[in-house]
């Protein structure tokens, strides 16, 4: 009996994931394209977003699209992955006949929008230990070490692949970190406070009453 467990071995053609995951990454790519042109993003920033996957394979796009997204997420507002899937699963079918058998087949749709979701949601978030915060990834591994007394990750609209600085406060005072898994330090822990801006550059530090952009 094939069920939603055992329906990867049971029932789905690995050349079809394979597929159906490259047309999916590409129409996820484009929805990505028209979100930056939505915010009034620049042709340069859109031609600069699609050369950084051009030389990626699928999985890695996949991997930085989902980096994208947990930076981004209002990229998903309106998104109806179905509609995503559908426009793969028109791109993998040679005919319309089995277009319309595909899409008609709920287990298999039910599938792969939750294999979607798996690739392209991953969010990560915010741990407490021992009184302090660090951040997990979506499959709960450290990127960011339990050792700060405040974390605050920027929600801005970003027109690339960049890794964000997170605003994080240390020993009474505010820096900036990357959440690279080696707690690599952005900026100093030396500012009286670190605020986000909507434009680059994305940081406005106060250091004895002097202000300085980062």
Known sequence: MITQENFEKQYSDPIEQQQIDKFVCVEMG????????GMSGTLAMMHRFEEQLAHLNTEQREQAIARYIDLNRKVLDGLDLKVVLARAIANYCDTFSYMLEF???TQRVNFYLARIKSKYIQ???????????????????V????????LRTPYVYVDDLRTMPIIAQKDGKMGLVLPDRKDTIYADFIYDDITL??????????????????
């Open 103 to 105: 899409i008609n087949d």
């Open 143 to 150: 990127i960011l070490k339990a050792q700060y007394d405040f």
């Open 123 to 141: 969010y990560h978030q915010i741990y407490e230990e021992n009184g302090k915060y660090g951040i997990l990834d979506h499959t709960g591994k």
């Open 30 to 37: 484009r929805q990505i394209h028209r979100y930056i042109k």
């Open 197 to 214: 801006r909507e434009e680059p550059p994305y940081f406005e530090a106060v250091k004895d009453g002097k202000v300085t952009l980062l």
